[in-house]
């Protein structure tokens, strides 16, 4: 705690800072019904999977549109299943043992408590266990009398739940003791705006459709120095400036993108109403 306050203090405004407690965490993926599936997809596999599941910051939950609920699932499903399991010195092996000799136990057990209360595991094999070598399993409908709704499960299980309207995810972002981080998957501005306020105390991941980090410059234009007066903006801003610029030299030039790095500064502009060209 005192490491923490000396830290704040050399911040030339600490009063302006936003400062929280970083204990468990329930990260959100959130998929908005215009989202490009394939990516959305594909993120959150590499999100809630990375690891064995097994990191503060990986995807805990995800809350899906209702509109695309059926057929995001079906491909969460598949591509899960595809997923290549065994030892840790295997090659291209991407879910291995879990290390904790409880935690297996654990995971089957909230899996079987939403399970007896109307879930279902969708993927193929979902769950089951050779050992501590644990098959990730997808399961779905979550709904809020189920423990995977509250509690961490930091392991290979992807509960997956249904939103029909913006209210129902802001309503879990408060209600919820836990937060750190959270995926937000549209192609609309209009779409996201009014997430973003909610989800301001998290490490956003806002997956708009930008592809490229020349991409994101031809964009977004050059003046992002002009949202600095407002201190939301700020981080995003020189993240922005500095990528977009790296994008301008060239394809000879040009780094790869960062993977889950499409952090599009309209998307805070427009929350903070604070226009960007």
Not at 23 to 28: E, G, I, R, S
Not at 67 to 76: G, H, P
Not at 119 to 124: D, G, I, S
Request: proline share 8%; net charge positive; glycine share 10%.
């Amino acid at each position: 705690a005192r490491a923490g306050a000396a830290i704040l203090k050399e911040h030339p405004a600490p009063h302006r800072l936003k400062a929280f407690l970083q204990l468990d965490a329930k990260n959100l993926g959130v998929v908005a019904p215009d989202a490009d599936l394939d990516v959305a997809v594909g993120q959150c596999v590499v999100g809630s999977t990375s690891y064995n599941g097994q990191r503060c910051t990986a995807i805990k939950l995800i809350l899906v549109h209702h509109s695309i609920a059926d057929e995001f699932v079906r491909r969460l499903a598949s591509a899960v299943a595809a997923l290549p399991r065994g030892l840790p010195w295997e090659e291209g092996v991407l879910i291995t043992p879990l290390p904790e000799p409880k935690k297996p136990a654990y995971l089957a057990e909230v899996v079987g408590d939403a399970v007896a209360k109307g879930a279902r595991v969708v993927n193929e094999g979902g769950g089951t266990l050779a050992g501590a070598l644990m098959t990730p399993a997808v399961v779905f409908p979550v709904s809020r009398e189920m423990r995977l709704w509250h509690e961490e499960q930091f392991g290979p299980v992807i509960p997956v739940g249904v939103y029909r309207d913006e209210a129902e995810v802001v309503e879990y972002v408060r209600s919820s003791p836990f937060g750190q981080q959270a995926a937000l998957f549209t192609q609309s501005t209009d779409a996201a705006a009014p997430l973003i306020d909610a989800l301001s105390t998290s490490v956003g991941r806002l997956h708009h459709a930008v592809r490229t980090l020349a991409g994101r410059a031809a964009l977004l234009g050059p003046p992002l120095v002009r949202a600095r007066h407002d201190e939301r903006l700020r981080g995003a801003a020189r993240v922005l400036d500095r990528d977009g610029r790296r994008g301008q030299g060239g394809a000879g030039t040009q780094p790869p993108p960062r993977q889950g790095a499409a952090l599009e500064l309209r998307l805070y502009a427009r929350a903070c109403r604070h226009p960007v060209p």
